[in-house]
């Protein structure tokens, strides 16, 4: 075996360009994929990380009749906040939010928009919820950076809320934003304005009312509260999983191509080899080698080349991972217009067992390939290896 | 005492329907230091002759002995081994490893042999300085003549000094000045370690340094004449 090693490190090296380009395109599968799969394990962490801020917290429960696909489930999805909760709240271990159908007037334009109460002084969501304790005239407001975008509200803008209170009377009302905030999460921006929840119980006649209940402590054995439905964090992010699982899926062709690419070029080197080196061969045979161990030194030798590869990837692969990680991806177009939770600049994130289990992955395939074609050679008489005729 | 021994050889070769015959009915003794040719034309059965001595191929009848072990009933290992430790092979076209340096190619049985470092190092400057080649211990194949690269396959069947060299044409590709340097080399190889060479040629360059000249004709053998060397190596006749 170490002389295998030796013979094909001679062999590879002395055919110099062949090998070079073989390596090049192995070593850049290495580096894509790696990058490709910590990219995706980055967003998976921040699109939690960002849920987790800014809409969901620890877990929520969610009033029984509130469907967040159906706004006019808005209409009968509060109820008073339950006796066994209280405590809780009052800690500021949980943050009863209120939610309201109604719509907003942008300029004279007339748009849906869910009317969110929130308290001023919660500190389990990074929203910017303390915004709101101003003295003003108008219902201070925040909204998320789509809402403003769609809106074309800024800082400082007045406009109009309208909405149905608990006897389904239409009234209205002027509000001034006072923040806008980045969440990377669609579900917490869209169509959605953040008012003050005392505020709320005022005008909807829902005093001490609440459609979701936001928790802080994930891990915490939650209890089942009548007329509310219990929403874990691990429900409630499954819609990250969904979609990072979907777009695995696709990467995974792009692995496949990737993986595929390096491996033709393998096998051709393989294929070739085997053809242009019959004499060679019929030599090794000749000196007293046996065709099974020639079969072997061909078939290091493929190996070999994801052993170069996985060399020459850490020579310019872990520099530009690590700046990867520190500077991020940042998207050529607008992540915001994807209506998924993708933050602008995505930091990949790679785990040991991401390199290993890559390097590990490419190289076993390296050799598979490496050995299929020279099966051939096993086949071979030498004299006929020799006169180099084989067909 | 003969190193090897054969016995109404014949080797048939499957053609279509039928078998070709490459050789017929030959029977052959080697002794320990000879310096031995087949000659014939083109299509005599020379390289199947040697190709069967040097286990590459196995006889269709009758009996090939090298060294006490019966070719033909060697399995692929064994085989394997005979050539490992105990032959050398010099090719027409010499079949030098193109990516190896001279140093490497003459390195090359004495790394299947798995001699230490320090053994190989000194057993291949000796061979590369009985074919005169010290000088080019660095260079690979493609830069060299192909005088040099002939004296490089020598010194690769020579380096491990084998029980015996199987040459098959070693001259074909030379100019006569390279030729004589070649066959005086082996020659002189063949006197002071007793190595036995067969070669295969229908050069008359190689057939006036042989000792022995074995005719084969049709793959039959056709005459056999052995010419005793003067003790100063040179031979009656010389061009
Ligand atoms: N593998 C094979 N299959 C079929 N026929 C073969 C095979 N090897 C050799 N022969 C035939 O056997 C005969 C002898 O071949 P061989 O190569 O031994 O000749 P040779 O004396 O070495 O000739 P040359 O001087 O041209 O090298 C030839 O007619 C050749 O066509
Ligand atoms: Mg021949």
């Known amino acids: ?391 | 005492m003969h190193i090897i021994r054969i016995k109404n050889l014949t080797k048939r070769f499957p053609m279509g329907k039928g078998a070709f015959t490459a050789l017929r009915n030959v029977s052959l003794n080697f002794a320990e230091g000879e310096f031995a040719g087949l000659i014939g034309p083109s299509g005599s059965g020379k390289t199947t002759l040697l190709n069967i001595i040097g286990s590459l191929d196995a006889p269709s009848d009758g009996s090939v002995e090298v060294l006490g072990q019966s070719i033909g009933a060697l399995n692929a290992k064994e085989a394997a081994r005979l050539r490992k430790e105990n032959m050398g092979f010099i090719f027409q076209s010499y079949n030098l490893l193109q990516v190896h340096t001279v140093y490497e190619n003459v390195e090359f049985p004495l790394l299947l042999l798995k001699f230490g470092a320090d053994k190989r190092r000194k057993m291949v400057l000796d061979a590369l300085e009985w074919v005169g080649l010290t000088d080019k211990e660095k260079s690979k194949p493609p830069q060299l003549s192909g005088g040099e690269c002939q004296r490089v396959a020598i010194a690769r069947a020579m380096v491990k000094r084998p029980a015996m060299v199987l040459a098959d044409e070693p001259t074909a590709n030379l100019d006569a000045a390279n030729s004589h340097n070649i066959l005086k080399t082996m020659e002189k190889l063949n006197r002071e370690l007793k190595t036995t060479f067969v070669f295969a040629t229908h050069d008359d360059k190689v057939i006036n340094y042989l000792q022995r000249k074995i005719f084969l004709l049709d793959g039959r053998v056709d005459k056999d004449e052995t010419i005793r060397p003067t003790t100063t190596g040179d031979h009656v006749a010389r061009n």
């Open chain 1, 1 to 391: 075996m170490w002389l295998a090693i030796k013979l094909a490190y001679r062999n590879l090296i002395g055919a110099g360009l062949r090998t070079w380009l073989n390596v090049l395109v192995l070593s850049f599968s290495f580096v894509v994929i790696i990058w490709l799969k910590g990219v995706m394990t980055g967003w998976d962490h921040q699109a939690k990380t960002d849920m987790t801020n800014y809409e969901i917290g620890g877990g929520q429960y969610w009033h029984e009749a509130y469907d967040p696909f159906d706004p006019l489930s808005l209409y009968d999805s509060h109820a008073p906040i339950p006796e066994a909760v209280r405590a809780e709240v009052q800690a500021g271990d949980m943050e009863p939010m209120l939610f309201l159908q109604g719509h907003i007037f942008p300029q004279g334009r007339m748009m849906p928009a869910i009317i969110k109460g929130i308290k001023p002084d919660q500190s389990i969501f990074k929203l910017p919820a303390a915004s709101l304790d101003t003295v003003t005239d108008a219902i201070p407001a925040f909204i998320g950076a789509m809402m403003a975008t769609s809106s074309r509200l800024e800082v400082g803008d007045r406009t109009t809320i309208r909405w149905r209170d608990a006897n389904g009377t239409f009234d209205a009302a002027e509000i001034l934003i006072t923040a806008i905030f980045h969440s990377n999460v669609p579900s917490a921006e869209a169509a959605q304005v953040y008012i003050p929840l005392e505020k709320l119980w005022d005008i909807s006649l829902l005093e001490g009312e609440a459609t979701v209940l936001t928790f802080r402590d994930s891990e915490a054995e939650r209890a089942e509260l009548s007329g509310w439905v219990l929403k874990p964090k691990k429900l409630l992010t499954k819609s990250v999983d969904d979609m990072i699982k979907t777009k695995n899926a696709g990467q995974s062709v792009l692995y496949g191509i990737l993986l595929l690419l390096a491996m033709l070029a393998i096998f051709d080197t393989q294929v070739l080899s085997i053809f242009r080196r019959q004499k060679e061969i019929g030599t090794y045979i000749a000196l007293g080698y046996t065709r099974k161990e020639v079969v072997g030194l061909f078939t290091v030798e493929g190996t070999m080349h994801a052993v170069l590869a996985a060399v020459v990837s850490a020579a310019y692969g872990l520099p530009f991972l690590a700046w990867q990680a520190r500077v991020g991806w940042t998207m050529p177009i607008d992540a915001s217009q994807f209506g998924m939770a993708m933050a602008q600049t995505l930091y990949p994130v790679y785990s040991v067992g991401l390199v290993i289990s890559t390097v590990l992955i490419l190289t076993v395939t390296t050799a598979i390939v490496s050995y299929v074609p020279s099966r051939k050679i096993a086949k071979m008489s030498p004299t006929e290896a020799l006169r180099g005729k084989l067909q």
